[in-house]
């Protein structure tokens, strides 16, 4: 495939290329053909997968690197800073420069139909349900996921009929998509620092639905509620397209009856944790369904879904105390997977937090303060600070002293000491946020023995 726009292109070069979403469109552009190379900041598990699609990928800037030189095109992802040197050089030698934002927009392109998932939170979760529902249909179809699903990766492909992506509104991006089935599966104050206030957030996320051909709109989320004439999901209201009715759990995994327009469909049966998720699949469903896919087929595809990594995903375990890592940095995702976990501890719960940089920290303290501090045992490890420079205002450590009655480390061997004298069997800890506090569980796992 040649992507339009990319045609007279050959060479393709990544800033930032060992980004999960970045890695993605970069073997997606690799399977099409296109020399690929870049770079990034520290080698991951990302940036090694990449040499299995032919990339070649480099750790560190280097302005006067060959392949950036010779590239026919530029990708750069939002997290670089606009003095990042291989910017500034691609600049200078007048390349032809995109983001990431751009790319995708093209790729979008290509596609008969494309299914774009958007909202604050579940967003990865529900695009690989998605693609796990084409998949088991046997549909022709490509996924960009903007995490790691436990089967696919954040990319796969059997064909070029379907793609399936994430709609990011970080700097508005998702309004650079061409979706022709939207899904919103919630709105919630974040990313504030790329808009004017929350009405200018909502505002976007109607764009969004307004420009697709069909959009499903959460119906239970009040900051969703009056966006414009949608059609809707939910579970509890009664008036909902798609419904989710007679959830029962067993163990943190739901089960629940597809309702279709007030009539009832299938039984579907998660094997995925947490009552969250029942709002993903239900969402999923929907999208799918309205392709004309068969309701059976949905469900089975539903059911072949098991995790994201970094979404509740067991890493390990200590002295029979199960250690669980999940991507929560925001308010309502933190109070949702806390919830689950509690559900499926057998002893104490201990909850190991890293803020993810500290605008977000500093604009949601109060609703930060509210979901932390049910907590009985709490950790609050020094914040993630992306590419933020350090505000004491909204530090992991002004965030510990407002919540009290919890502990502060920036040190992962307090972090240790703390586990080593307290866990036991039965336990479970719970490690939360966005940065590297999934490494550092790794690591205190390999520490601890």
């Not at 046997?138 to 009929?161: K, L």
């Not at 510990?400 to 009655?405: A, C, E, Y």
Request: charged share 25%.
């Amino acid at each position: 495939m040649r992507i339009k726009g990319l045609e007279k292109a050959k060479k393709i070069y990544f800033i930032g290329i060992g980004g999960i979403s970045m890695s993605a469109l970069a073997k997606f552009l690799s399977t099409c053909g296109y020399q690929v190379s870049g770079s990034d900041g520290t080698r991951s598990e990302e940036t090694e997968a990449l040499a299995f699609y032919g990339a070649r990928v480099y750790i560190g800037a280097d302005g006067e690197r060959a392949e950036l030189k010779a590239a026919d095109v530029v990708v750069f992802t939002d997290a670089i800073p606009p003095d990042h040197i291989e910017f500034t050089t691609a600049e200078k030698l007048g390349k032809r420069i995109c983001s990431r934002a751009e790319l995708l927009r093209m790729i979008c392109e290509e596609f008969p139909h494309v299914i774009a998932v958007a909202g604050s939170h579940g967003k990865t979760t529900c695009t690989s349900m998605c693609a796990h529902i084409l998949k088991h249909a046997a549909a022709p179809f490509t996924a960009h996921i903007g995490g790691e699903d436990s089967a696919f990766g954040n990319f796969y492909t059997t064909g070029s009929e379907y793609l399936v992506t994430e709609a990011c509104e970080y700097k508005k991006n998702l309004l650079k998509l061409r979706a022709n089935t939207a899904l919103l599966l919630n709105i919630d104050r974040d990313h504030m620092e790329c808009y004017a206030d929350f009405d200018d957030l909502k505002g976007c996320f109607r764009r969004y639905c307004q420009s697709a051909d069909a959009a499903f709109v959460c119906a239970d989320d009040p900051n969703c509620v009056g966006l414009g004439d949608f059609s809707t999901f939910g579970i509890h209201d009664v008036l909902a397209d798609y419904r989710a009715i007679d959830l029962r759990a067993n163990g943190e995994r739901y089960s629940f009856t597809v309702e279709e327009y007030g009539k009832p469909l299938v039984r579907v049966r998660l094997n995925a944790v947490g009552r969250c998720n029942v709002y993903n699949a239900v969402a999923a469903f929907a999208a799918i369904r309205s392709l004309g896919f068969d309701e059976k087929e949905i469900a089975k595809g539903l059911e072949s879904f098991t995790a994201v990594k970094r979404r509740f995903e067991k890493i390990g375990a200590y002295r029979g105390a199960s250690f669980i890592c999940d991507y929560a940095h925001h308010p309502r995702e933190i109070a949702s997977t806390v919830a689950t976990a509690a559900g499926v501890c057998r002893g104490n719960l201990y909850v190991v937090f890293q803020p993810h940089t500290y605008s977000r920290t500093k604009l949601l303290l109060k609703e930060f303060t509210e979901a932390l501090r049910p907590i009985k045992n709490l950790m609050i490890y020094k914040t993630y600070p992306a590419r933020e420079k350090y505000d004491g205002e909204g530090s992991a450590e002004t965030l510990s002293r407002i919540v009290g009655n919890c502990l502060y480390s920036e040190n992962v061997y307090v972090l240790k000491t703390w586990l080593k004298k307290t866990v036991k069997e039965g336990d479970l800890v719970l490690f939360l946020g966005a940065g590297d506090i999934y490494y550092v569980a790794q690591y205190l796992l390999k520490e601890l023995g």
